[in-house]
């Protein structure tokens, strides 16, 4: 009897920034105030402008921020159908990811995906959006869960968003042990993840993800 050969090797990558320059929050706020929702909209602005000046001089972490912006933009959706969300995911991708998407690096997973590795998209993006984009990409997703009831959305997580530490640790649980071949970031929020692969590659990083990758020698790509 032949023993079974070791585990599918592995690629990740972040979604928004490393794969496209898109934004899912740009396209959710947009369609909320389209049904006036726009009152919504301008509380959780009010709410958040205190956190996002002590981010920007660095009083508190640019991560916890963005964490805290995307719980809030979920609150937006607060009493949608999930079939109706899972429709403005599909519009989100179709309209805003993947017409700005990075064709250089898209290029790179397909490349790995036709040599048999599979593809994980490991990303602090609604679980929706995320699963319509990798569908495009036959690829696998773990996203930020929103929670449901009664199949509305809540407006809250089903958990603490997919980045940093958390997303590194769902990734690990993914390959089940093959080895993560390439993993693809564009933000300290990436590098846990970036740590566990063999090659770490940044993509338009921010400034301080450039710094650890010149100094620990991952390659970085530029343009598109």
Partial sequence: MSQPGPPVEVVASDLEGTLTTGETWRSVVEYVRERDASRRYSLMVVRNLPHLS????????????????????????????????????????????????????????????????????????FQPVLDAFAHLLDA???????????GRLTGRLLEPPNTG?????????????AMLRAAYGDSLADVAMLEQSREAVTVHP???????ALDRGWRVIEGT
């Fill in 54 to 125: 002590l981010a920007r001089i660095g009083l508190i972490d640019r991560q916890r921020f963005r964490d805290r912006w995307l719980a809030s933009v979920a609150g937006l959706l607060r009493g949608m159908e999930a079939a109706e969300f899972a429709g403005l995911a599909q519009r989100i991708v179709d309209r805003d990811l993947w017409p700005n998407r990075r064709p250089v690096v898209i290029g790179e997973l397909e490349a790995h995906r036709q040599v048999g590795r599979r593809v994980i998209l490991c990303s602090g993006t």
């Fill in 165 to 177: 530490s958390r997303k590194a640790a769902r990734l690990a649980v993914a390959r089940d042990g």
């Fill in 206 to 212: 921010e400034g301080k993800l450039r710094d650890v």
């Fill in 140 to 150: 696998e997703a773990h996203g930020t869960r929103l929670e449901e009831a009664h």
